[in-house]
């Protein structure tokens, strides 16, 4: 996904942030009425956020009680080190192995959370992994690290320009229209959506999971 340890509740209340990264660890492996809703804020009415989503659709969610709301700050590829917990969203390479997408990067205290290699959908066949880091490598060709997770192992590639954060703070407030917004959401049979967290772009960082 952590240099910065805590995110603020709507209530402005401080929490552990590992209670937020199941979303980007564990969703996939979830039951099939997980869905992720990428976009930017059209309306907050109580405690219902309006999403236009990144497809065009237009999404209600309904916060759930004690929902939390969290940013995410931009922290550099050389942040990374042997021994960090990282989450890594990739696509197969031409060449072979994996290139990554986006990188969160973990506070120690959240190593192993949602630990795996799971599918998911920030693009057509990209795979999400939380991993903790064997090696991180520099070469005239970029950055590679080598992860390991359930006694496996992957390499992937972390192309210039790849998206690197950690989570940061964030305030019902920063939910305003036009910002951009990440919603790990549970859709029940009848199409309505509900959440209990949001991860919401401030200070010209978006959430790029």
Not at 95 to 105: C, M, Q
Not at 193 to 204: A, F, H, L, P, Y
């Amino acid at each position: 996904m952590l240099s910065i340890s805590k995110i603020v509740s709507r209530t402005g209340t401080s929490v552990i942030a590992g209670t937020l990264l199941a979303m980007s660890a564990g969703f996939a492996a979830q039951a099939a009425d997980q869905v992720r809703v990428r976009g930017t804020v059209e309306s907050l009415e109580g405690k219902t956020v309006s999403v236009k989503t990144r497809e065009g659709a237009d999404a209600k969610i309904t916060l759930k009680d004690g929902w939390k709301v969290s940013s995410v700050a931009k922290a550099s590829v050389d942040d990374i080190k042997p021994g960090d917990f990282v989450g890594i969203a990739s696509l197969p390479t031409a060449s072979g192995g994996d290139g990554a997408l986006e990188v969160l990067i973990f506070r120690a205290a959240m190593k192993g959370t949602g630990e795996g290699s799971y599918a998911w959908d920030l693009k057509p066949n990209s795979s999400m992994t939380n991993a903790t880091v064997a090696d991180a490598v520099k070469s005239v060709d970029g950055h590679t690290v080598t992860v390991t997770y359930q006694g496996k192992e992957k390499k992937i590639s972390i192309p210039e320009g790849t998206p690197v954060v950690t989570f940061a703070p964030a305030v019902e407030a920063d939910l305003k229209a036009g910002a951009t917004v990440f919603v790990p959401s549970e859709k029940a049979a009848d199409g309505s959506m509900s959440s209990g967290r949001v991860v919401v772009g401030t200070n010209g960082v978006v959430p790029p999971m």
